[in-house]
């Protein structure tokens, strides 16, 4: 058993990062419900370009854009729900959003454009629903509760999309249905009016929507994606030089892993693992290869301070995570995203989010005997003794400090076919929780300080004849792991 810590975010806005343009439009925002001290938030492209502080219930937002362009809003305060209002802007307009209450997705807009015109439609026809979603939210309901009524308000923007102009608000809105249907529900209960929805909105749209009609398409129907076992693909990659690369240069070299790094400026997690992810880049003696993949776009990415900093190959995919690389492997559009891939090009193990420990563990399995550890990234093996006496397996767990894990009593090797008990421990206590105490780096700030590891051994009835390989098995039970194909050599 063990206690699995694992962090995902979509698009948590943490960075404010300045963009380069110097037309403007104003976002203005009022209630009185609004407590002084909110902070008020415009993001475009997942960076976030504008701020203020709510003073008398109102606020002020100069946000920079150059064209048409999609903005989002956010509000961080007391009786605000964690969502994003999506907001048209062009050079030179005036925007007001007004409302009674703090659910402000739900506020009255008054816009001259008619792309917001569109969507205050779409809004006012799943009013409820949305206020539904909000309220749960707010209460901090799981997941499991707030999809249901989130269903509904997809199945009743589809209802009201025929009877709107195509135009960048209703593709963006059939967009998020579709991303939404591939990604976050396994069978999507109205998956046959979306594919008549997208047909008939690509017959009917003006030219010069061609690309968004291609990635909704894409998303209706979408690739195949690469599993755990099947050979990694190339794909085509901009370095901050601009210059292409292949992800084939690094793939499928000897002794190398390589892992993918799937991230955006504007994701905490993917900033609270880098630290970790460089110590184990720094340890694993040039046996892993990490390619960073920026989904943002180029010209953010590029004069950033954060990205200029990172150690390994820093690469972006130049569509702003709708290209074919993140298509091809990615199982969703969460991010933190990771792929890692074997010295033989094969898929070994993907994941989204962040677990503290995923990183030095990976790279003590890889430094030390072959075994795949990818059931549970945090336990290694560092080394393996089998004689006529027993067969002794030295672990390292790595952790948060201050959370414990655990080990079963009837834990077990498997070979040939056969199963050899556990006899013995030493340096960690049965069955019992475990607290890892030792830190693993000097480090004093973020995440990195907090990372700790415990060292223990196993020791095992001896084998009837040595094998090449053999399963660790931590006993039957719900959530045991496996580290699988581990070599007696």
């Not at 909704?216 to 129907?221: E, N």
């Not at 820093?314 to 993140?326: A, L, T």
């Amino acid at each position: 058993m063990k206690k699995k810590f694992i962090i995902i975010a979509l698009l948590a806005l943490v960075a404010l990062t300045g963009l380069a343009q110097t037309k403007t439009a104003t976002i203005k925002g009022y209630s009185p419900a609004l407590k002084d001290g909110t902070v008020a938030e415009s993001s475009i492209d997942n960076v976030r370009v504008a701020s203020d502080t709510v003073q008398g219930g109102r606020f002020t937002l100069t946000v920079p854009v150059e064209s048409l362009t999609k903005s989002n809003l956010f509000l961080a305060g007391e009786g605000c729900p964690n969502h994003l209002m999506t907001i048209w802007l062009k050079p030179g307009v005036d925007v007001k959003v007004s409302g009674t209450d703090c659910l402000y997705p739900l506020w009255k807009v008054d816009s001259p454009l008619p792309e917001q015109q569109t969507l205050s439609r779409i809004m006012e026809h799943g009013h409820e629903t949305l206020a539904e979603c909000l309220r749960l939210d707010l209460a901090n309901a799981p997941w499991k509760e707030e999809l249901p009524i989130y269903m509904k308000y997809l199945k009743q923007t589809m209802d009201v999309l025929p009877s709107l102009p195509v135009d960048a608000a209703s593709l963006e809105e059939l967009e998020g249905v579709a991303m939404m249907a591939r990604n976050y529900t396994k069978d999507f209960p109205y998956m046959e009016q979306l594919k008549e929805l997208e047909a008939s909105t690509a017959a009917r749209a003006p030219k010069g929507f061609e690309e968004q009609l291609a990635l909704i398409h894409t998303q209706v129907y979408p690739p195949h994606i690469l599993q755990v076992g099947e050979e990694a693909i190339d794909a085509e990659l901009i370095d901050m030089q601009g210059q292409k690369h292949h992800l084939a240069e690094v793939l499928g070299q000897p002794g190398r892993y390589v892992l993918l790094d799937f991230w955006s400026l504007g994701c905490g997690p993917c900033r609270m693992a880098e630290p970790e992810m460089r110590r184990a880049y720094e340890q694993s003696q040039g046996k892993l290869e990490i390619i960073g993949i920026n989904l943002d776009k180029l010209s953010a990415w590029q004069e950033d301070n954060f990205s200029k900093n990172i150690a390994w190959k820093n690469w972006n995919d130049g569509k702003m995570g709708k290209g074919d690389i993140v298509n091809s492997y990615c199982n969703m559009k969460a991010i933190p995203y990771y792929v890692l891939i074997s010295p033989d090009n094969r898929i070994l193990w993907k994941d989204a989010g962040y677990g503290i420990g995923w990183f030095m563990g990976m790279v003590s399995a890889i430094n030390g005997p072959r075994q795949d550890n990818t059931d549970n990234l945090q336990f290694a093996i560092r080394q393996v003794n089998a004689d006529v006496s027993g067969t002794t397996i030295s672990f390292r767990y790595y952790g948060q400090e201050g959370n414990w894990f655990r080990i079963a009593k009837d834990s077990y090797l498997e070979a040939n076919g056969k199963k050899y008990k556990l006899t013995a421990a030493d340096g960690i206590k049965l069955g019992e929780n475990n607290y890892p105490t030792v830190k693993a780096t000097t480090a004093t700030e973020d995440f990195l300080s907090g990372l700790c590891y415990s060292d223990f051994t196993l020791t095992f009835e001896p084998f009837e004849s040595v094998p090449e390989t053999f399963d660790f098995k931590e006993g039957d039970g719900e959530g045991a792991f496996i580290i699988r194909n581990v070599s007696v050599k």
